[in-house]
């Protein structure tokens, strides 16, 4: 049973093919197209795949790249288009947002798939799920799976960009991050490296009070390598949640049906 992934984000669809709909399952194929190119995903990276027998994904990008996704997976595949959508509770996550299903399906999957790594390698603990992307978000789980409620803030790419765009002569490279930033670039990487590290660090804090417990840290997205190193709190680098969350919503669905 073949089962096809796909994550909608605010700069690239991700697309991951798997031989089951289930965590563990075997990959085979994975990609991603930035989404002025979806129209190519068809007689594209998806021209040689199998045929899935399900297809399960979540989408931040809005219904109009929604809409061109389905397309392509209708031209190409004999398969019902499925998207997650945040709910009350699912897969072990109860959603503590005021209006639950206003919460982000990235955010909302990325923490289902969290709690069921968390849960594979040892007891349940309380946990901080970063996603590092074009924005970021950093969501607090309690030990019972209760999503207690999470940060979003820009990016490094946003940052940057409205400093270039409201100050003057910030018009500089990329620099490195480093603890007394002698150059402009430096300043400016630093700079937002370190103020996404002290809000994550501040929820990491939180948790730990709230919980009274060390909560599990977890951190994905394009860009979480970058961060990770930067991190006062060891965070374990994760290459995809969302498609790991996908995995265990659609077994569960699977096997309510």
């Known amino acids: 049973m073949t089962f096809l992934a796909i994550d909608i984000g605010n700069t690239r669809l991700k697309w991951a093919m798997y031989d089951a709909p289930r965590p563990g399952a075997n990959l085979l194929g994975h990609g991603a197209e930035f989404l002025d190119h979806i129209e190519s995903l068809a007689e594209g990276a998806w021209a040689e795949l199998p045929q899935p027998a399900s297809m399960l994904g ?6 109009q790249l929604r809409r061109r996704a389905e397309e392509q997976i209708h031209e190409r595949f004999d398969c019902a288009a499925r998207w997650v959508v945040s709910s009350s509770a699912e897969a072990g996550i109860i959603n503590g947002y005021d209006h639950p299903t206003r919460l982000g399906a990235d955010r909302w999957v990325a923490m289902i798939g969290a709690r069921h790594r968390m849960l594979a390698e040892g007891p ?29 803030l820009p990016g490094h790419g946003i940052m940057l960009k409205a400093l270039e765009s409201g100050t003057a002569g910030l018009h500089v490279p990329t620099g490195e991050v480093t603890d007394f930033p002698t150059n402009t670039s430096d300043a400016l990487t630093s700079g937002g490296t370190y103020a996404i590290a002290g809000a994550v660090e501040r929820m990491v804090e939180h948790v730990r009070k709230h919980c009274g417990a060390e909560p599990v840290r977890y951190m994905a997205g394009g860009a979480g390598w970058k961060m990770a190193p930067s991190m006062v709190s060891p965070f374990e680098l994760v290459e995809s949640l ?16």
């Open 58 to 63: 979540c989408v931040v990008a809005g219904d």
């Open 124 to 152: 349940a603990r309380p946990m901080v799920v970063v996603l590092i992307g074009t924005a970021v978000t950093v969501e607090a789980i309690d030990t019972n799976g209760k999503f207690l409620g999470g940060l979003i």
């Open 242 to 257: 969302i498609m790991d969350g996908l995995l265990v919503i659609a077994q569960e669905r699977m096997l309510a049906n």
